[in-house]
């Protein structure tokens, strides 16, 4: 049977107005996540690299736990079983009177996910910035603390940049997931047009083109942040 191409649906209400929900809650999703991913990903990216081996143990833990776990099997966790293992009020509350429950599940567990891997990047761009200057801080009578405020972190920040465009990538796409426990993110809309219009290839079309513009706004933004926060003569001038 011949497919019958019709490009105008996409044009016409309800479901135009689908597709804009779905972009609006994708950049919910992966805004919040984002800002999560990063507050614990730069703190666990620097706790690997303490000299405390406890805080380097709790780093490592969080890492392996998060990073080596399906993101898919994550959000499963965080909305069907984390609440059951809750005090019988409080999982009563998370799931019968918080408004939206799978919103911030999907935010929460893609935020912890994606902070797993910020987090080596963040190890990574610290420990590339070379013992010498640790040793520097260390004889110009700098506390820990000092270290990495003025000298590590700066310098690790602008190592990371170009690691970090691909994560704030990744988080946007990893947000179609959200699908899986109910949030109708852009993924979500797409499917809900082909439902109910069965016109599919059109609706996931225009979802790979919506993407896709998300995507490049992102890398522009980032190529724009990099080129003014880069330092001639430092790794991350290249």
């Not at 105008?8 to 804009?20: A, D, M, R, S, T």
């Not at 912890?112 to 910035?129: D, K, L």
Request: charged residues 15%.
């Amino acid at each position: 049977m011949q497919y019958r191409w019709n490009w105008n649906i996409l044009f016409v209400e309800p479901y135009f107005g689908w597709l804009l929900a779905g972009v609006k809650w994708t950049l919910l999703v992966a805004g919040a996540a984002w800002i999560i991913a990063l507050a614990i990903g730069c703190t666990i990216g620097v706790m690997r690299t303490l000299p405390s081996r406890m805080a380097r143990a709790i780093g490592t833990a969080y890492v392996d736990l998060f990073r080596n776990v399906p993101l898919l099997l994550q959000l499963f966790l965080w909305y069907f079983v984390l609440p059951e293992l809750l005090p019988a009020s409080l999982g009563h509350w998370v799931k019968r009177d918080l408004a939206m429950p799978e919103y911030w599940f999907s935010v929460v567990g893609l935020g912890c996910f994606t902070a797993a891997r910020i987090a080596e990047q963040v190890r990574a761009g610290i420990e590339s910035v070379g013992h010498g200057q640790r040793m520097t801080a260390a004889a110009s009578g700098l506390t820990t603390a000092q270290a990495y405020r003025y000298i590590l972190l700066p310098l690790a920040a602008r190592n990371v940049l170009p690691p970090f465009t691909s994560e704030a990538l990744n988080i946007i796409k990893n947000s179609s997931l959200a699908l899986t426990i109910g949030v109708l993110e852009l993924t979500g809309q797409s499917r809900q047009i082909e439902a109910n219009t069965f016109q599919g290839i059109e609706a996931l079309t225009a979802a790979t083109v919506l993407y896709a513009m998300l995507t490049l706004c992102v890398i522009t933004g980032m190529r724009v942040v990099e080129r003014q926060a880069t330092i001639p003569g430092t790794l991350a001038r290249g």
